[in-house]
């Protein structure tokens, strides 16, 4: 079999945005639903915590 040679893949992460919003489209703030599934979201990391893993990599430097 011939040997495959490697390309060089750029990755290009913050050259440009990686998602694109349409300013056209309505704000969902304020919005009931998903107000409630935030403060739903809010109530269980507050009852139940983060993984220590998590919190760990939260606070080391880079």
């Known amino acids: 079999?011939?040997?495959?040679?490697k390309k060089?893949?750029?990755?290009?992460?913050?050259?440009k945005p990686l998602v694109t919003v349409d300013p056209?489209?309505?704000?969902?703030e304020g919005n009931?639903?998903?107000?409630?599934?935030?403060?739903?979201a809010k109530k269980l990391l507050k009852k139940v915590g983060l993984p220590k893993e998590?919190?760990?990599?939260?606070?080391t430097p880079r």
């Open 32 to 40: 009931e639903y998903f107000e409630k599934k935030a403060n739903a």
């Open 1 to 5: 079999m011939a040997r495959k040679e």
């Open 8 to 15: 060089a893949i750029s990755k290009g992460i913050g050259t």
């Open 54 to 59: 998590l919190t760990q990599r939260l606070n």
């Open 24 to 28: 056209s489209l309505p704000s969902f």
